[in-house]
Structure formats: C-alpha cells, structure tokens
C-alpha cells in the first residue's frame, strides 16, 4: 500500500450542476433496423441490478406494460422512417462492449430499472462515446407508476386530488422513446416531450412529428416503385432462375408506411403438385402486427390470417389445391387499423415439405434468455484460412451508415464448418484516422455464454510486431485493449484466435475499435499540476440522476507516472468510481451518479518501484442521458435564468484527515497492467 501523503490543509472546488446535455439531433446510423429489448432482473447496471420486471409485474400482467413500451417507440415509428422490433436480450451487462447497432445479444433500446433520485427515468440517445449504453431507457425504480390501456387512444382519469401522486408509465415510456430516438426536451407543455411530466400524454403534437420527421424522414416505401394497392397494380413476385422448390424458399421485402396502405402481389405457382405456405414475417424486423389473404381473378378472399398479437407477429397461410400456372393474388395489409399496422416485413414463398421447414433454426421466445440463440448455432462466418496472416487482412467494418469513421465494428466467427477453430486466425485492418488524438480501444467479446470460445487477441503494426497496449480480461471473455496516442494515419492489425487452453475451438464474436476523439462538447472539469504526495480534491454537486463520461489523461516526463481519480460519495464515503492513466495516455468510463455531492480526488501514482514524480492531469466530463423529471418542482434548472452551470466556488476548505479516513484501497499495479502476448 503507498505510503499516506503528508497532512496539509487542502483547498477545493465547489462545483455546480454542470448543463452537459446529451447529444440531441444525431439519428441512429440505420434507422430501419432498430430493436428493443427486456433486460433481465439482476442484469448489472452500473453496479445495481435490474429491477424493471418485479417492479412493473407488479403494476399488470407482463405484456400488458411491455407493450406500453412497444407502443411507445411503435407510435414514433409510424410518423418517421424507422422500424423498431422486438428482439431478445441475453441478460449482459449494461453498457458491456459490442456493437452499437444489431448486437445480437440485445436490442438498441435496452428497458431497465434502478434507484435514482429526483427523476422518473434517464435515456441516452445516439451517441458514439456512450458505447452499446446508447438508448438505454432506464426506469426510476422507486417511483409509482400507474398502468393505462392506452390502445384505444383515450387518456386516463386524472388522479384524485387527495390520492398519492401516480405517473402514466405510457407517458413516461412515449417520452423516453422520443429521448433514445434522438429528441430533446422542449418547453411546450402540450408535447410529450416537455421537460417535466405534467398529466399523461399519449398523442404526438404537430411539433413532436416535425422534430421525429427532422431526423428520419416521412415514413416511406422503399420497396415499392409504384402503387400496387389494388389487382391491377399488383407487384409480380417472379421465380428466381435456379430456383430449387425442395430446399429453397423466395423471399420479398414490403412496407406498409400507415393503416391505410395495401400491398398486393401476383404470383405464379410452379408447374408441381403440393402445398405452398405464405408467410407475412415481421419478427425481428418492426412491430408490424399484420394481415394476409389470398384472392380470386375478382378479388374474392379464398383464404386469411392475421398476426395475434405485436409479440408474436409472423402468420402464415398454408395453400392447397393451386394448378401450375394458376394466377394467385396475395394482399397485405394491418390487421386492425392501429399503429402497429406500419413496418416492413418479408414476403416468404414456401414448397418446401413440412419436414423441412419443422428443420429450420426457430427464433426463441422473446423473453426467453438470448444465450439460447448461441447455444447450438451457425457460425456467422464460415471461412477458414482465409484472413490469417496481414497480407490478407480485411479493413474492420465502418459503423453502419458510415456514421463517425473513428469507430469500426464487426459480427464475425473464428474457426469454420470443417472444426478448424484451434488453427484458424482472423486478421482486421483498423486505419487510424489523420486527426486522430487520445487512444484508440479494443474491444473483443466472445458470444454463446457456456457454449462460446476463449479468444486471445494481439494489436499488430504492419511489420507483425505487438504493439504495446494495457488490457484486462473480464470474467465474461471479453477483452479491452488500449494503446495510448495511436499515429494519426497508421494501420493496425486485430489478430483474432481461439485460447489453446479452451475447451470450445470455433465460436461467434463481436470486436471493435475506437479512436478516442477530443470531444468538443465535453467540459473540462479539472486540469492542473498533481505534485507526489500532495492529492487534488474537487467538490461536485449534481443536481439531477444522470449517465456521464469521464475522460482522464495524464502527461509527465517519465511513461511510469500516471494519475488515478476515485470518485467519493461526499456524504456515505463510499467509493463509486476509480479509473487511472499512464503519462502520455488517456482512459474513458462510463458511471451512473446520483444528485448529491461527491467528491473527486487526483492523485500522483507511478508503477511499479519508479518513484512518484509530478504529473500533468486533465478530467473531461459530459453528460450522455437525458431525465425527465416528475414535474413536482423538482427540476433545479427549470426557470433558473440567472443559472451558471460553470460558477466555481474556490474557497472550499476541509481537513485532510477526513479523507486519509477512507484511503482508496485500489492499487496502481491492480488496476492497470501491461498487456503483450506471443
């Protein structure tokens, strides 16, 4: 343990509540591809469990309130173009490293709940630097919702004057959406994005439409050069050449951009004898809860289904009885005129035998744990050989959209069909940006639970070498690497492979990479001079719940200096957070804190027996979450325009032994290790 620092009267700073909002106005990379999903009770976020599913299941029957929440995003899909769907969520950590959109293991729009004072809940919109947390839509655990059937589009009673205070979760769940879509808050008390929760909203203003349409668009049909609504007009699904009946199935992409649209379409059955099944899917791809028919030359029904319910939204029709050459007639529509008569779908032409349709991998239930998915999979990439030395690297995948070129992300597979995982190698090419400043952060996340391989990882530069980077492994395979200023337009190399030690040799991962950007929209909440054995003590108030982003670098004359920052809680004296820096590095984490006050403490560490030296320390702070506050008064900004976020007070004092009382016990050597491997 470091010697204790010398007694000495220390001078701090008093912080306000810091504006640092979360960065409204930036679409999601592919809005047609969204999801959401239900953490499970006892997920971790940010050190607490997940409580969202005894909290509500104790308000209504489960699908009831979750499809609140469906509703909620469903009702901001159908004025703009995206699709949200309901996928599986496999219980991991919140904020855990993977990709920022179509992770297999959750949906962009993670559902949570946790304690949190002062708010109903928080949301994080879009945002690079907030990792797999963007659209986290987390509940204030603590408070009193109230459940309301808001499908037939009424709003509930107001609540009894002399009755507890009650908040409409719909409310709340259609507010937090508009958050994790990309909206701010307004000032409008009609809108549903008003900053403070006033009585129960279920209806999009005129603003509230134009601000989700600024973003993403009128909701459009992408798939559908002209009118196809009527027998005349039908879309012609043709026969692929090659087509094999027996083993393969014809698959068309629709859309029905509101309750009003009708897609129909023309097709010719094979010149065989047999069944053929239609099936209208929508599972995994939006909310669409629709309907299909088959009809007669005029237009006669022979034949019809319909979705049961938003959670279950694929229906098919089994055909009999069609001649070869027989003209068929299939028209897709809602099946009930609500919102979720919106959303692409596919069109899926089947004559293959019962058989071997029962083979096909079925999609697990919903609310089932998403590991079951990996369990007894296909490997997403099946190529053995291919990709093993530099020479034949291939670049890392840009972010879908090509959104924010410094972070580079993929879905992919070591070892093949042929079992090969204990010799076979992937290689990626990652470019540094020409301006790139800080660092850049590997991540690499083996993906099956018990059924997934141990991965090992080297970063290369383009002569083979490993290039120098602290790493940890954490208990769930997943590797973070850092390599500390990275040279602005160099190629790296990710060097993929399975642990000889593991007892699985081919397995499914996710892996990133990200260049650390100066953001400029992050305050700078600290930046001085730490001498060996005299800390630096900064005094923060939060005046709201809230997801922030510290960025600490340190500089020094010699590489074995560094600073740690621990985060107090001023009043329990507990630890909440601890994260260090080498001289010539920066480090990024992400916390959840509380209003209150804490206490942030800098201090001068070397590594190893090098003896402690005088370092150059920076904290950049932002805010990524948004709180909607329960309109009770609460607020502390609301109505402040005398308010400076940015006041300091400087003349703060306290004694040294409070905080010698509660001594960080987290070593330097601990936290931090030099990470290389052969």
Same mark, same amino acid.
């Given at each position: ?334 099946? +009930? ?315 703060? +004092? ?25």
């Amino acid at each position: 343990m470091p010697a204790p620092n010398r007694r000495r009267q220390i001078q701090s700073q008093l912080l306000e509540s810091r504006r640092m909002l979360a960065a409204f106005g930036t679409p999601w990379p592919d809005p047609s591809s969204l999801s959401i999903s239900f953490a499970h009770d006892g997920s971790d976020i940010h050190g607490q469990d997940n409580e969202i599913h005894s909290q509500l299941d104790a308000l209504a029957d489960r699908q009831e309130w979750q499809e609140l929440a469906l509703r909620a995003f469903q009702t901001w899909s159908y004025v703009a173009d995206i699709n949200v769907a309901l996928t599986n969520d496999a219980g991991a950590d919140f904020g855990t490293p993977g990709l920022q959109q179509n992770d297999p293991r959750f949906g962009e729009f993670r559902i949570g709940s946790i304690p949190q004072s002062g708010a109903l809940a928080n949301t994080l919109p879009f945002q690079v630097m907030a990792g797999t947390l963007s659209g986290d839509l987390l509940l204030n655990s603590a408070t009193n919702f109230a459940y309301h059937d808001w499908a037939g589009g009424a709003a509930p009673d107001p609540t009894p004057p002399e009755s507890p205070q009650q908040f409409d979760l719909f409310s709340v769940f259609l507010h937090e959406a508009g958050n994790a879509l990309g909206i701010e808050d307004n000032d409008l008390t009609s809108s549903v994005m008003f900053q403070n929760y006033t009585v129960p909203k279920g209806i999009l203003t005129a603003q509230d439409i134009a601000d989700i349409q600024a973003l993403y668009g009128q909701r459009s049909d992408d798939y559908e050069s002209a009118d196809n609504g009527s027998l005349l007009t039908a879309s012609l699904i043709a026969n692929p050449a090659g087509f094999d009946p027996a083993g393969q199935t014809i698959r068309v992409r629709g859309s029905l951009k509101d309750a009003a649209d009708v897609d129909v379409y023309r097709y010719v059955p094979l010149s065989l004898s047999g069944d053929v099944t239609v099936t209208l899917q929508a599972r995994e791809i939006s909310l669409l809860q629709g309907k299909i028919e088959l009809l007669n030359l005029t237009g006669g029904v022979l034949a019809s289904a319909e979705a049961d319910s938003v959670f279950d939204n694929d229906v098919s029709l089994t055909l009999g009885g069609l001649s070869a050459q027989q003209l068929a007639y299939i028209r897709v529509t809602g099946a +009930d005129g609500d919102v979720y008569s919106a959303g692409d779908y596919d069109l899926v032409i089947d004559y293959r035998s019962d058989t071997v349709q029962a083979s096909d991998l079925v999609t697990p239930a919903y609310d089932s744990l998403a590991e079951h998915l990996w369990q007894n999979f296909d490997l997403i990439d099946d190529e053995v050989g291919a990709t093993d030395v530099i020479a034949d690297a291939v670049p890392l995948p840009l972010m879908p959209g090509g959104i924010q070129s410094h972070r580079q992300e993929v879905l992919s597979s070591v070892g093949g069909t042929n079992n090969s995982g204990s010799t076979d190698v992937d290689v990626w090419k990652v470019a540094a940006p020409a301006n790139v400043s800080g660092a850049m952060r590997v991540h690499l996340s083996p993906i099956g639970g018990d059924a997934a391989a141990d991965l090992k990882i080297q970063i290369l530069d383009a002569s083979g070498a490993t290039v120098g980077a602290s790493g940890r492994l954490a208990a769930d395979g997943t590797w973070t690497l850092d390599v500390d200023q990275p040279t602005p337009g160099a190629e790296y190399f990710l060097r993929i492979s399975v642990d000889p030690s593991s007892a699985v040799d081919v397995g499914n991962y996710v892996a990133s990479a990200e260049f650390t950007p100066a953001f400029t929209d992050a305050h700078e909440m600290f930046s001085r001079t730490i001498q060996p054995g005299e800390d630096e003590f900064v005094r923060w108030n939060l005046r709201e719940s809230k997801m922030y982003r510290f960025d600490l670098s340190a500089t020094a004359a010699s590489d074995d200096a560094g600073v740690r920052l621990t985060v107090y809680d001023a009043f329990t004296k507990e630890v909440v957070l601890v994260v260090g820096a080498t001289a010539g590095g920066s480090r990024s984490v992400h916390a959840m804190l509380d209003s209150g006050d804490y206490i942030l403490r800098f201090a001068a560490l070397s590594r190893g027996d090098a003896p402690v030296q005088a370092v150059d320390a920076s904290l950049f702070v932002h805010g990524l979450s948004d709180d909607q506050d329960p309109g009770n008064g609460s607020d502390p900004d609301e109505g402040d325009s005398d308010y400076d976020p940015y006041y300091y007070y400087d003349d703060y +004092d306290y004694d040294y032994d409070y905080y010698y009382y509660y001594y960080d016990p987290f070593g330097y050597d601990d936290y931090y290790s030099s990470y290389s491997s052969n």
